[in-house]
């Protein structure tokens, strides 16, 4: 398709910018209109001295250019991004900066991520030295946020304009769901007698059944599980698996057919309160939704493979149907609309628990929430 | 220093510098400049905290607008100079928020107003010094509004490490530097299209005797005293003549002598003669670029006779009286263009002169009452001589031989008279000259007349001019020969190229100054379309590569291109040399710099910090004080010996926490003081 000439223009001019802007400050748009006043004054009045003011004031404006460049060039930087950020909780990015400049130090810079309110601010960074500046946020919503670029500002030498200019650094952040929901793992499908999910009759992580063979290891399982002859063979970890007594397994089934919302997030809050319970007590768990699955296992690994899970899921009116790998009589399902609850072991219904204390509003950063 | 500390003394170092380019010019007030430079000066040493600061303001408040009403009161019922009340009251508001508290929010203000000094300070001509204070000016202005916006930054995000430090303010002192380039550049190359019409640049106009509409004898030159005050400062742009000591600065003259004094008589007819007959004179011709010196009479010096008076200021309009005296209408400083006839009739030329037009005869042949003597004086100085030429030359003779030269002045009014001066005391000052050789001639039926002006001057090598002074008044006289006009003559003994040829003065640093002066007048001040275009042609031809012939010669550089190669070589060097400074300096690695800065830091608070002294013994010496640095400095050492001598290196997060307790030590060093010597006895 022909591209039109102000698209083609936009684009050049953007290339020619070369990801930078500069933008006026108010001291500086005060400081412009004062240097037109002043060579407005010395062409009408011919006082020569006034072309001399006239003259500095634009040196000034040059300077103040040229210096806010040479702050933001040669600079490398290495954004670390923290795992296991759970919803409302403070979440620190750490910047490692260097300056490869070899006179010049970078001053008064801020480190801008897009959609983030909070900067990182570098105060001073000396001339071939580093420094680790960090920002603190955090997100209200649950969710993966692509940072794509970085945006390098600063105001630096006189505070009159603000240069900004874009560096990509993709990278991703995961918001984990919030887990302290208020609500209990119901009683295993199954009839009386069987111990509920609350229960451990084995207790410890670890515990063992009947010998079953080799799988590969995850984040999570035991170490005294590894199978070393096997491991040192094929060069990667194994470990031995048990046949677990099914009644210390908890197979949660997050019904993800509907319309994303509030009461979507209330759900999957549900759902990963329900796998921190029973991580807690020490039962292996997994998950499955309409879209993806997560075969049963243990400890911490396992609990963030869920909640990874859980800040990926969508909610879609027409995602297709649950269907649990396993027999649905052995899992609970958290759906909002009830639909086949029948066919379950247990069934939670996500719009009776009620919030967390210091339950926030959805939405991505407060200050989209602020911006409405 | 804190930055607050620094940023306040770098701004109140704006006002003060402002305030002295404002002194520098016509708008001096003695008593606001001095209680503002004293409060300025007051600024810098002294920061009251905020409680006196509101106690403060409590008594700027009511003399503000004191001051404002005053102000306005200039403005619209008076209607004259309103800058100076309104620089008044900017010089109350600067002092007042120079002496707020270090914590006040007021950098826009302080900025504003020093900016505002400055400005005014163009309205009044300053002189060279106002090159100088803008220079400073720039310079103080980039490292404050670099320091005053980091150190809001440091506020805001509580940053607690040292942001500047010599080096870098160094440097960016250093980077001023382009805005002064381009404020030059600026102003070169600006096209000056407008002609100004509001300048109070009028400095104060210096009075002079000697060119009033009458002259006493005894009053010319009455300045006996030396007076260096330059009037006229001249170039030749064609060429120095020959000698110009011996130039004679035409001024205004005198027809009318009632015996004591001179006067011009009112209603006196056309007393020139037409154009045409200076080319009997010769081909000769001199240029003048003459810049005068405000005085209080209206009069256009320059060489006799004057061809051609043109000026490019538009406040000043040449013109010419009947009696040929070139006069000004306008005000301000003439800066003006002269041509003159450089040639003087040949004796013999003017020996034929015997009819023509000649001036209304009452004038130019008018004598008081005299006694005889005088005309027989007259009659035996020039008996048997024909021609006038003859006699005036006899007469300009006889003064010349028989009489002396001397700047005392007669004791009484008797000796003040001029038959005295002929008869009986043989000496005098010029004027008594000039006034016997008139009276003489006019004795005679000889046309003349009495003319003030000044003789020589002093020429200034560094400025290539040359410099008339108040010294250098003089008379001399006009003789009318028909078909020439009027021809000069000087009487005065030594008065015919004595004046003092020298080319220094008693206080060399005001010839040096005169010349800085001049300059600045003619490049800065009076700079202009036709100072541009000049310019221009300059840098043209300097860049053009030619010879003499016009073409260049294969093989050889023209002198201007060896010229710009000297100093584009120059610049390589000094570059390359300021860059291997900084690099030589920046030896060091980031964790033996931080500890030479706690190093530092322990020296200036008083504990033996020199450069022998072990770092762990430098730690003792805190422990023993018990000094709050001490926990903090552990650290620091701690990191500096792992990194210096343990082989390791500081990751990112170690460094910047070497950085923050370095910080931490220098906090706790500035507020508690260190102790001369350690507690004896104590662990």
């Not at chain 2, 220079?135 to 980039?142: E, F, K, M, S």
């Not at chain 2, 006069?327 to 004796?347: F, M, N, T």
């Not at chain 2, 003597?373 to 006889?398: C, E, M, P």
């Not at chain 2, 008693?506 to 490049?523: A, E």
Request: glycine share 10%.
């Amino acid at each position: 398709m022909k591209r039109s000439v102000s698209t083609t223009l936009r684009d050049a001019w953007r290339r020619l910018r070369g990801g930078r802007r500069l933008r006026f400050t108010l001291g500086g748009a005060l400081f412009s209109v004062g240097s037109l006043a002043i060579g407005f004054a010395a062409v009408n009045t011919g006082n020569n001295l006034l072309y001399l003011l006239f003259g500095a004031m634009l040196g000034f404006i040059a300077l103040s250019g040229w210096l806010s460049e040479r702050v933001l060039r040669q600079l490398k930087i290495r954004r670390h991004t923290p795992r296991g950020v759970t919803v409302e909780r403070p979440i620190r990015l750490t910047y490692y900066v260097t300056n490869r400049k070899r006179l010049f130090p970078t001053l008064a810079v801020y480190l801008i991520e897009e959609r983030l309110a909070e900067p990182a601010f570098i105060s001073r960074v000396g001339a071939g030295d580093s420094v680790a500046v960090g920002s603190e946020n955090r997100f209200v919503q649950r969710g993966v946020y692509a940072l794509k670029t970085l945006t390098l500002s600063t105001s630096f030498p006189f505070g009159m304009f603000t240069r900004e200019r874009d560096i990509p650094l993709p990278d991703e952040l995961v918001i984990w769901p919030r887990t302290d929901r208020p609500v209990r793992l119901p009683a295993h499908p199954g009839g009386r007698g069987r111990q509920p999910f609350s229960d451990s009759s084995g207790g410890a992580p670890g515990a063992r059944g009947e010998y079953r063979g080799l799988r590969e290891y995850r984040v999570g399982d035991d170490p005294k599980d590894i199978h070393w002859r096997t491991t040192a063979k094929i060069g990667t970890p194994v470990t031995r698996e048990y046949d677990r007594d099914t009644t210390d397994t908890v197979r949660i089934c997050l019904d993800t057919r509907g319309e994303p919302g509030d009461e979507a997030e209330v759900a999957i809050e549900v759902a990963a309160a329900l796998a921190a319970q029973a991580y807690r007590i020490g039962r292996q768990f997994g998950i499955t939704t309409c879209t993806s699955d997560l075969a049963p296992g243990g400890g911490s690994g396992q609990l963030e493979r869920v909640l990874d899970l859980l800040a990926r899921v969508d909610f879609h009116p027409s995602a297709p149907h649950l269907a649990p790998p396993i027999d649905a009589m052995g899992c609970v399902l958290v759906s909002f609309s009830g639909a086949r609850r029948a066919s379950y072991g247990a069934y939670i219904d996500p719009a009776g628990i009620p919030a967390a204390p210091t339950h926030a509003y959805a939405g991505v950063t407060e200050a989209d929430r602020r911006a409405g | 220093m804190s930055l607050e500390l620094l940023h306040r003394r770098l701004v109140v170092g704006m006002g003060l510098v402002a305030l002295a380019a404002f002194a520098g010019g016509a708008g001096f007030e003695p008593i606001s400049m001095i209680l503002a430079a004293l409060a300025l000066t007051l600024a810098l040493i002294w920061q009251p905290n905020f409680a006196v600061s509101l106690r403060l303001e409590r008594l700027w408040l009511p003399v503000a607008i004191v001051l404002l009403l005053r102000s306005l009161y200039h403005i619209f019922l008076v209607g004259d100079d309103v800058v100076i009340p309104v620089v008044d009251l900017l010089l109350l508001l600067l002092c007042a928020e120079a002496l707020r508290s270090l914590d006040a929010p007021n950098d826009a203000r302080l900025y504003i107003l020093t900016f505002a000094l400055l400005v005014a300070s163009t309205a009044y001509r300053p002189g060279v010094l106002f090159a100088l204070a803008f220079v400073t000016y720039v310079v103080l202005a980039t490292l404050a509004l670099v320091v005053g916006h980091l150190r809001r930054k440091a506020e805001r995000h509580d940053v607690r490490e040292r942001l500047v430090g010599r080096r870098f303010l160094a440097g960016m002192g250093g980077l001023s530097g382009v805005t002064l380039i381009m404020s030059g550049v600026v102003f070169i190359a600006f096209p000056r299209l407008s002609r100004g019409w509001a300048s109070r640049g009028d400095v104060l106009a210096t009075s002079i005797a000697g060119f009033a509409d009458q002259v006493s004898i005894g009053e010319h030159g009455s300045r006996i005293y030396p007076n260096p005050e330059i009037v006229l400062r001249v170039e030749f742009p064609d060429g120095t003549p020959e000698n110009p000591f011996t130039l004679h600065w035409r001024g205004r003259s005198y027809d009318r002598f009632d015996g004591v004094r001179w006067s011009r008589s009112a209603g006196l007819p056309p007393s020139i003669g037409p154009a045409r007959w200076y080319e009997a004179w010769g081909s000769g011709r001199v240029r003048q670029q003459i810049y005068a010196a405000p005085l209080d009479v209206d009069v256009l010096f320059a060489l006799h006779p004057l061809l051609e008076a043109r000026s490019d200021n538009p406040r000043i309009q040449p013109l010419f009286d009947n009696a040929g005296d070139h006069i000004y209408w306008g005000s301000g400083s003439p800066s003006y263009q002269a041509l003159s006839v450089a040639d003087r009739p040949a004796p013999t030329a003017l020996r034929e002169a015997r009819s023509g037009f000649s001036p209304a005869r009452e004038h130019y042949t008018q004598l008081p009452p005299l006694p005889q003597r005088v005309s027989d004086l007259a009659d035996s100085l020039t008996q048997g001589l024909d021609s006038n030429y003859d006699k005036v030359t006899a007469i300009n003779d006889f003064f010349h031989t028989e009489f002396d030269y001397t700047l005392e002045l007669p004791g009484s009014a008797r000796e003040a008279t001029l038959e005295y001066f002929l008869f009986e005391r043989g000496e005098g000052h010029c004027e008594y000259f000039s006034t016997a050789m008139v009276v003489l001639l006019r004795n005679l039926g000889i046309h003349s007349r009495e003319v003030n002006g000044f003789l020589g001057g002093q020429w200034n090598d560094f400025g290539q001019y040359l410099a008339v002074t108040q010294n250098e008044a003089h008379s001399w006289v006009e003789v009318w020969f028909p078909g020439y006009g009027w021809i000069q003559f000087d009487p005065t003994p030594g008065g015919a190229g004595t004046s003092a040829a020298v080319t220094s003065w008693l206080w060399p640093g005001r010839f040096l100054f005169d010349g800085l002066q001049h300059r600045w007048n003619k490049w800065v001040l009076d700079y202009n379309l036709e100072s541009q275009s000049g310019l221009y042609q300059r840098i043209s031809q300097l860049l053009r590569a030619q010879t003499s012939e016009g073409q260049v010669t294969p093989g050889q550089l023209p002198a201007s291109r060896i010229s710009i190669g000297w100093i584009i070589l120059t610049l390589m060097v000094m570059t390359v040399s300021g860059v291997a400074l900084l690099r030589r300096s920046r030896r060091y690695s980031p964790e033996v710099e931080l500890y030479l800065q706690f190093r530092e830091s322990c020296r200036r608070a008083g504990f033996r910090a020199d450069q022998g002294v072990a770092p762990l013994s430098l730690l003792d010496e805190l422990a023993r004080a018990r000094h709050p640095a001490h926990w903090p400095a552990r650290s620091v050492v701690d990191y500096y010996l792992r990194a210096r001598f343990g082989g390791q290196n500081l990751d990112v997060l170690e460094r910047q926490k070497m950085k923050n307790d370095l910080a931490d030590v220098r906090r706790a060093l500035r507020r508690a003081r260190a102790p001369t010597e350690a507690p004896q006895g104590r662990l």
